[in-house]
């Protein structure tokens, strides 16, 4: 722990490569997962990744958790996370548009 104080680069653990855009990390409240949401296959779902509680080093590669590919619900921006104790929160966009006609009365 550094108590607040910022951790000297030397001890930065990398947990994903850098050839992805991996945004919005979030622990798990147990500290063994790491969520975030990446451009890893052009669509911006939540992946995770496992870690050790007490290193904070990788076990497994990163894995996706859930895709949002299809349907009206989408990104615009990289989301927030929340992560309860049985629970992750993901606001998602709605993206719909209707066209109505009618005939004016004459």
């Given amino acids: 722990m550094s108590d607040g104080a910022p951790v000297e680069s030397e001890r930065w ?3 994903t490569q850098s ?3 991996d945004a919005g990390p979030t622990f798990s409240r147990n500290g063994k997962i790491l969520y975030f ?3 890893r296959d052009k669509f911006t779902c ?3 990744v ?3 509680p007490a290193t904070r080093k990788t076990l497994t590669e990163p894995f996706p958790v859930k895709h949002f590919h299809a349907g009206p ?3 615009s921006t990289y989301p927030e996370i929340s992560v309860g104790p049985d629970w992750i929160v993901i606001s998602l966009e709605q993206v719909q548009s209707d066209l ?5 009365p004459e």
Avoid: E, G, Q
């Fill in 19 to 21: 050839k992805y855009f």
């Fill in 46 to 48: 939540l992946w995770a």
């Fill in 73 to 75: 619900r989408y990104y």
């Fill in 37 to 39: 949401t990446p451009n």
């Fill in 13 to 15: 653990i990398a947990v």
């Fill in 100 to 104: 109505w006609m009618t005939k004016f």
């Fill in 50 to 52: 496992r870690l050790d």
